[in-house]
């Protein structure tokens, strides 16, 4: 396998974080908006613990030692989904309208009706269950995955994996701030659309009218789909495990199509994901090639 070089991955994090850092600071000098924390509770306890662990390991078995590189691997992964967060408390301090009237029109256009999509969703209650449990399962998926890999010694496989998430984010946080969406439950009116689904343009709402968010729930960016992009990347993760990666890909592909049929996310929303994907797995190409 053809290994990732390093300098990418940190490439692509500073830039994300330079971004990120630049959102920051036009909201607390310009638009001042409040907003959502997107870090997990005791995340600096968690990194100080795994500090304390790779150090001690080093200083009874050294750096080599099995152990003290699997909890190395545990701090890259931490730090890579720490740099996610504060991307995710960035974004959300976007200054411009939504455009989900024009891919509601867009969609119109091709004659498809999300309300009409979910409400035959809806139509098949066992179906809907399985949408509903495969959604659910992505945050588990890019944080068990990853160990099981780290188990596995499969480190190469995490530098790309590492290399695709922090690119999906460079690529697609920008899309959203300059292009914000608040999903479909936020525009179109539907009896089947869920608290959780609707929570996401309140969030967007009340943020942008200086109104504290009342809710973390529901999600944050519709276009691109980051659901479908990291199924995908999990599903890639795992692809030398055969079986694992052949019972993933029918969890996943669940899951993607939920996106659409439970109401999350327009079908356009899905390709633009395809395309995102598509880019970052051509810099991926030239990362390792150069």
């Known amino acids: 396998m053809t290994q990732v070089n390093a300098k990418c991955i940190y490439i692509v994090s500073l830039s994300v974080f330079t971004l990120s850092l630049i959102a920051y600071l036009i909201n607390f000098t310009v638009t001042q908006y409040p907003g959502n924390n997107y870090f997990p509770g005791n995340t600096g306890y968690v990194f100080i613990t795994l500090l304390l662990m790779y150090a001690g ?5 050294g750096k080599t030692s099995h152990t003290a590189v699997a909890i190395k ?7 890579v989904f720490a740099i996610i967060a504060f991307a995710s408390n960035a974004v959300q301090f976007t200054p411009f309208k939504p455009i989900d009237e024009k891919l509601v029109l867009i969609e119109n256009y091709f004659r498809i009706s999300m309300p009409k999509i979910v409400a035959w969703t809806y139509s098949y209650p066992y179906f809907r269950f399985m949408l509903e449990l495969s959604y659910a399962t992505l945050p588990y998926q890019m944080s068990v995955l990853p160990l099981m890999v780290i188990m596995a ?8 994996y590492y290399f695709l998430l922090l690119v999906t984010v460079l690529l697609g946080f920008p899309i959203y701030y300059f292009f914000p969406t608040t999903a479909p439950a936020s525009i179109l009116s539907s009896p089947f659309f869920t608290e959780e689904q609707i929570a996401t343009g309140l969030k ?11 809710t973390m729930e529901g999600g944050l960016i519709a276009f691109p789909s980051f659901h479908a992009i990291w199924a995908w990347l999990c599903l890639y ?7 694992a990666f052949s019972i993933l890909l029918i969890l996943n592909t ?12 327009y079908p356009i929303d899905i390709l633009a994901s395809v395309i995102l994907v598509i880019f970052s797995h051509y810099l991926l190409a030239k990362c390792k090639k150069h």
């Open 153 to 160: 010694r499969g480190f190469q496989l995490l530098r790309e």
């Open 73 to 79: 691997e545990v701090l890259y992964l931490f730090m």
């Open 254 to 265: 669940f899951l993607i199509a939920s996106c659409v049929l439970l109401g999350w996310h």
């Open 204 to 214: 967007f709402n009340q943020i942008h009218q200086y109104i504290p968010p009342t």
């Open 57 to 61: 390991l080093v200083i009874l078995w």
């Open 237 to 243: 993760l795992i692809r030398p495990w055969k079986i």
